[in-house]
Every structure is written in structure tokens, then in C-alpha cells.
């Protein structure tokens, strides 16, 4: 064979390989990546052979800047890693400072943490099941999710003064007591907001476009989520039984009831049930929450200079996308040494190219969607 | 062929059910401002943009240029300049750049004097350029009365004005 033949062949082969297979850029600006993700997908005709997800558009060097910040400056800073759940972030952050300094914060900030939190995981739901319906078609299921989502910004705007970055925790406890009639307006949200869910089921769960959309796509199966060391609404929708509010309770979750929802096939449609039914846990604990609240001190005494001891921490939280947790080692100083962040999005980002293989480009944006991904968070 | 029918049915019906529980939401008050014609009630608590605040008597800054906002800021969008020494301390120049500020409300936490406010209401703060955003000490010289983290509330929450003469008490967080 000539050198010429030789080459053609080449160029045939090549060409008959690019018609079957393609590589394409899902992202950085695709509307149904929420952020800059960029998705390297390799299709057969519809269907998605691979999938290289690429991070790193929104690395702000969060854990860097958190070196060269006193332990209090850190705090805003939190904030903008999981901006859908800012106070879980700064719950993540102060935990595990207090654990390291040894603080211990009174009941009534432990209580108004619960109830705040989960006020949050509620909220963080929300936003995500009205952006998921977005990205399936379903815009109305987006406006009321976003309507009861803004009345919960408007309770935390009422506390904290702020929307979206709160900044509201601190290190001993919460930076100020609620204001007066302000559990009142929790009860009222929760009156009006438990008739809103069977609504949304009758968007969702009962509709059988939405039960087809996503019944049996993008499964994960239990072994995949434990060897990708998947948490939160991913894990347990793949039918593990791990939530730390349980397995380890941190603040004072101990004394709640409630109960972890749990998927059986770990598909989209059981990490979107997961979530409905975790909204109607978070409503529980808010209720227990607030019959039990004590009256008191909501800060500890802290230094104004706060210096931590020689050692390091490992503390962690359950965030509505999964297990959050901060690492910090301390020098003695004024700032911490090392201080790393373990993003739950990111973790469970990097199980997507297991997810996708198989099913049609339509579907990875359910898939991808169904993740509950914050790229803030992803990149840090 | 007749599950197929049969899912197309369901689909059509499914679509129905959800469509009039829309329809009813068609017919009930619209939760929407309309922002720029009508404005919502911000709560006191709003972090806004700073003032420093005065001597409702002498009308003077109560800031003493003592710097621990500008130490506490994680930003470091304060900056000032102290002149005189003891209590005739006061702040030669004073700015914030409102460009870098991330609302956290730590400076007005740390403040001892109960100096600086951002409890204000002001949050329209579009502006032209950069420049527009930063703010020296005479823009942000108060006009009035501001309450702060350490005024006293009434129990309805609104902020209780001190009276004339009673000057900067240290009444503990109240907000």
C-alpha cells in the first residue's frame, strides 16, 4: 500500500469515526448548566457515550483568602460558596471553630440555628425544585417555588438584614437575638406553605409528562454513590440511609424527630422525591423547634481577639446538597494556618460521568440538574 | 397501540388537573412589586449603606478614629485617618468604598461608640462610575437620627429616639 493510499485510509477511517461519534461543549454559558460549567460530551447520534465535566470558571481562592483572614473576617466569606444556603456555610464554619476553640453556645442560638437551618434546606429545595422544573419545561412550578422561597428570603431579611449572603451566624453563637413577633411570622410561613406542597404534586409528582421525563434516567447505583463518596439527597436517593443530622449530630439534632426519606433506584426521579419529602422533615423540625425554644443569650462570651489552640478540625454539616464540612488547622495565631472546605456539590459533581453514558442529551439536563449543583461552590 | 392511547390520555388529563389548579392562581392577588412605581417596606434590620452617625445635640460625629472597623472589615473598604489625641479624637478623613463592602455588618458590630450605622434604608446606589460608590466622610455624615445594633426598640421593633441631651449610653445589643 502506497504511502498516498495509506493516508486516505486514514482520512476515511477519521471521518467514518467523526460521523458516528462527536465530541461537543455543553457550557460554560448553556442555560441548564446553572453557572459556568463546561460539559465535554461525546455523542452517538442523540445518546451520550461519555462525559467530561470541566470546573474551575468561578475559583476565587476562597481557602487562600481564608488564610491571610482573622477567624471572625471569614464569616462573609462563607457566605459565597453555597450562596442557595448561606447559612449553612456559616453554620459549617462556626461549628467547626467553636469545636476547635472549645466554645460552648447557649440553647437558645442552638435552637435558633435548627430552626433557621432548616428554614434554609427548605428554601435551598425550593429553589432547586422550581429551577429543575425549568429545565424540564414546567415555568409555573418555577414562579411558586420562587414565590414561597421569597417569603422565607423576607423572614431571614428580618433577622439578618441581608437576602442572599446573611452573614447572620457567628462564632459563639448567632450575631443578634430574632426580633420580637418574628417566630409568629415562622408559623404564619409554615401555615401558608404545607397546603403548597400537595400543590406542587399536582404539577409534579401526579403528572405522568413529569413521572416519564424522569423515571429511570441517570441511575446511580448505591455502590457508584458510596465509591464517588456521594452525600446528601444524591446518596439517599440511591436507597443508603445517611443523613449526619442522624448518623452524627451535630448542635442538637439529637433531640428532634423526623425521618430520613430514602430513593430505591437512585434514579432522578427518587433524588427529586428525596427532596420533596426532605421539605416536609425540615417543616417538622421547625415545628418541634419552635414549641421548644428556650428564651435566653443567643451569643457566648467570646474574645474579641479570638485565637484558637495548636490542632486542627475536621467538622461537618448537612447541608441540603450533602455532607459540608470545613478543615482547619490552627497555629495559634490570630488566622488560620490551613482552612479547607469540603464542597458537597463538587464530590458529587465528579459522579456525573458515571450518570450520563446511555441516556439522550435531553436527559443530561435533568441529570445535571437532579445533582443540585451551586458552581460557586463547585470552584470555590 | 393501547397503551399507547392510554398514556396519551393520561398525559392530556395530568395536563388538565395541573392547568386548573393554575387557572385558580389566575384569579387571586398578584404577590409581585412592580419595583421602581411602588416601593416594599424594608425591615429594620436591612443592612443599607453606611452613615455615620451624630450627636443628636452637638451634631457632631460620635466617631472617634479608634479604627477597629476598618481593623474588623474582611474587605478592608474602610479607611481613616484620626487627628487630635483623648476624647478630642476625631476622624481627619474617613471613606468607605462601597465597591468592595460585603454588607456583613461586622464594623457596626464592633463599634464602641455606637458610630456607624448601616440600618438606613438607603439601597438605591446605582451610580455612573466607580467613583460614585465611594463614600467620604461628609456624604456619610448623618442628617438625622439612625438607629444602630445598640439603640433601644420599642416592642414593636421600630427604634426608639433617644432624647435631646441623653447622648451615646451604652445600652447593650437590642436589635
Redesign the interface.
Known sequence: MTTVNLHLQQVKERTAESMEEMWVNMGPQHPSTHGVLRLLIKLDGEVVRECIPYMGYMHRCHEKIGENRAYVQIIPYTDRLDYLASMYNNWAYCLACERLMGIQIPERAEYLRVLIGELQRIASHLIWLGTFGLDLGNFTLFMWCFREREMILDLFEAVSGQRLNYSFMRIGGLALDVPEGWLGDVKAFLQWFKPRLPEYDRLTTDNIIWQKRIQGVGILTPEDAVSYACSGPMLRGSGIRWDLRKNDPYGIYDRFEFDIPVGTRGDVWDRFWVRRQEMEQSVRIVEQALTEIPPGPVLAPVAKKLRAPVGDIYSRVESPRGELGDYIVADGSEKPYRYKVRAPTFVNLSALPVMLPGYLVADAVAVLGSVDIVLCEVDR | MWRYLR?LW??F???I??MQ??LRYLFTRA?TVQYPEEKRQ??????TRHVLTVDLDSKELKCTACDMCAR????NCIHLEGEGKGKARRPKWFVIDHNLC?????CV??CPFDAIS??TGMYELGGFSRTSLVYDMETMHADGFYPT?MTPRS???AAVKPPAGAGAGKQG?K?
Do not use: D, F, K, Q
Not at chain 2, 474588623?72 to 474587605?75: D, W
Not at chain 2, 460585603?102 to 461586622?106: A, G
Open positions: 398514556e393520561g398525559g388529563w395530568s395536563i388537573l395541573s389548579i393554575t404577590v424594608l425591615p429594620v434590620r436591612a443592612l474588623i472589615c474582611p474587605a460585603m454588607y456583613c455588618n461586622l458590630e464592633v448601616m440600618y445594633i416592642p414593636a421593633g445589643r436589635a
